[in-house]
């Protein structure tokens, strides 16, 4: 397999992530690293995709620079649902062009299991469509680092200052800061309590509070005064009815409760058969015994 594309980053900063395992890991898709940092940043699952089906490998890649354009790309995996194996071998040549490096590949790899039913022209392009993938992931983790600042010609190395520590400074500040003593010296100490303040009244009784002293009496009331069942019939339309009468009082008028029916007839009726009915049984046991003794 041969594959050739062009990467938008220069040279020797492809160089540095290429050589560093661990960025080079964070730009292959799909690929989920093992918790176990011993087998290597480039060891776990891969889930590769493949003409419509999804097949995923557990193994490792290992990358090796030959010189500072050669690097050699091997990897070995095995199906995590199934017994197939597949390895690869690539090399990886870099050549500066432009404002970016062309990546030129080639090698080849082997497959058993699922992978080899699949047609080779499915295989092929899900592994330079895997490969680009990686080498777009490969220019934004490079686009993504702050590149450093330039320094001037001649200048002096800068010197190591003592790295501020947060806690002492703040200790520091506090001992430093006179405003504080003044503040405790100042302070004068509270012995009233608040349960010895005075309670002000209850503003339920609209004369109760203060404000009020000159007004005298409530029949010196600018106007004429009001009957008393007139003065109650104004309060009660204003303020409305009280609590208690909403909660117990019956309803009046068109909500009142119909009283029952009066059921006098009946009771006169019954009062007067009840004893004629005792009679008549009376009258039937007598006449019943005297034709039991005649016969």
Known sequence: MEHQLFVPVPADDLRAVLRDPARVARCVPGLQQDADTASGPLAGRLKVRVGGHTVTY?????????DPDHFAVEGEGVEVRGSGTVKLALTLRLTAEGNGTRLELSGGGAADGRAAGFPPEATAAAVQRLLDRTADNLAAAVAAEPEPAAEPAGAAEPVAEPVADPVADAEDAEDADPGFD??????????????????????LDPLAGGGFE??????????????????????RTMIGRSAEEVDHAPPRGRYAPVPAPSSVTAGAGLRWIAPAAAVAVASAVVLGRVLRRRR
């Open 58 to 66: 557990r193994g490792a890649l290992a990358v090796t620079e030959r």
């Open 182 to 203: 003044d503040v405790e010296d100042g302070i004068t100490e509270i012995t009233e309590s608040v349960f010895d303040a005075e309670v002000p009244p209850p503003s």
């Open 214 to 235: 000159d007004r005298g009496e409530p029949g010196a009331l600018d106007g004429p005064a009001l009957p008393p069942a007139e003065a109650a019939h104004a309060r």
